[in-house]
């Protein structure tokens, strides 16, 4: 393994990520595993606290979302060993407790589950492995660059697209309206498209992703956001609004709008994390409308589904990284999200 340090991704403060020399990871219990990264990314949700709106301790390791070898394994694991290419999801599901049979692995009800962050840098220590890592066939150098880079998506935000997807209920011949235009959304879309949505209208308001939208599948675009956005969503859905909303955002505008973007019955399903406490849903009763969704089952659609999916080359999430970085980059690649010159930021860690 060579020396017995590495480089990892640490916030300093609002602004400001550096990558420092920490120890290596060890095997801390049983159930883990360590893993060479061989690529990873920046999420928008590492903006919040990039951006300072919400807060991390200074010096925290970074990132929740990766591919690479398995190095070393707990002596529970038997599921994976050294050498394995495997997708490190952000989710650590243990397989076996009522919300990973259920299919929520997102919501794990593991005691011991603590996400491992730290992602960004050159290993990391990834708990309840045996289960939630997600094995694929071969090694890095058996892809291509796109390929790796499709991959590398269902650590996150393809999972979380299609979390979004799957709990809207989206099926066969409906209208979907995404709400939000960064990497989960798109991924929204080929997640929509992927379950037979035949009208897919994208609230997106940059040129760049409204293209990749229109790639992914989308069929409508609307650039309008509140009230002028309803007004467009009932225009091309003669007054109806849509068979499901997936909202990608989190804000109160956003769910707001996703709400009323709805025809009766319909289902919001959200993967943006919500940015305010309360909500009022009595108006939620009186158009019989569903609001569901939560933390992605990653490990849970990687396995059944899209895993397979990307390897035959059905879904190419892999073309939301715009810009791609080395790890010693860290910073350029945080502000490339920030100041949204990239939709997503990819890190090049390994071979």
């Known amino acids: 393994m060579g020396s017995m340090s590495m480089k990892a991704a640490k916030f300093v403060k609002p602004g400001r990520i550096e990558l420092e020399e920490a120890p290596m990871p060890t095997i801390g219990k049983p159930g883990d595993a360590v893993i060479r990264v061989v690529r990873a990314c920046v999420c928008g949700s590492d903006l919040w606290w990039y951006r300072g709106i919400s807060s991390m301790p200074s ?3 970074v990132g929740h979302e990766a591919i690479g070898l398995v190095e070393k394994v707990g002596s529970d694991v038997t599921h994976v060993k050294p050498g ?12 076996h407790c009522a919300a990973c049979r259920a299919g929520f692995d ?13 992602y960004q840098s050159e290993y990391l220590r990834f708990t309840n492995a045996d289960w939630a890592l997600v094995q694929i066939p071969g090694q890095p150098e058996d892809y291509s660059d796109d390929m790796l880079d499709s991959l590398l998506t269902l650590s996150d935000v393809m999972a979380t697209g299609y979390h979004a997807a799957a709990t809207a ?7 979907v309206v995404v709400m939000g235009d960064g990497a989960v959304g798109l991924c929204g879309v080929i997640a929509a498209k992927l379950r037979g949505a035949e009208r897919i209208i994208a609230m997106s308001r940059h040129e760049d992703r409204q293209k990749l939208a229109r790639e992914f599948g989308a ?49 919001v399903g959200r993967v943006g994390v919500p940015q305010q406490v309360s909500m009022d849903t ?49 910073q350029e690649a945080y502000e490339a999200m920030d100041q949204r010159t990239a939709i997503k930021s990819l890190l090049l860690v390994s071979e």
């Open 84 to 95: 394995d290419f495997v997708i490190a999801p952000f989710t650590h599901g243990c397989g």
């Open 219 to 267: 069929t409508d675009i609307v650039p309008e956001r509140g009230e002028a956005a309803i007004e467009q969503v009932m225009a091309l859905t003669d007054g109806a609004g849509a068979d499901a909303v997936l909202e990608c955002v989190g804000t109160e505008l956003s769910t707001e709008t996703a709400i009323r973007a709805t025809r009766p019955g319909a289902v």
């Open 59 to 61: 010096g925290s390791h």
């Open 169 to 175: 209920q989206v099926k066969e011949g409906d209208t």
């Open 106 to 118: 997102g919501d794990c009800l593991d005691p011991n589950r603590q996400g491992s962050g730290g």
């Open 282 to 330: 009595s108006k939620l009763f009186w158009r019989n409308i569903g609001l569901r969704g939560g933390i992605a089952a990653v490990t849970t659609y990687d396995k059944h589904l899209l895993l397979d999916q990307v390897l035959k080359g059905g879904i190419q999430p892999g073309k939301v990284f715009t810009e791609r970085f080395a790890l010693d980059h860290i």
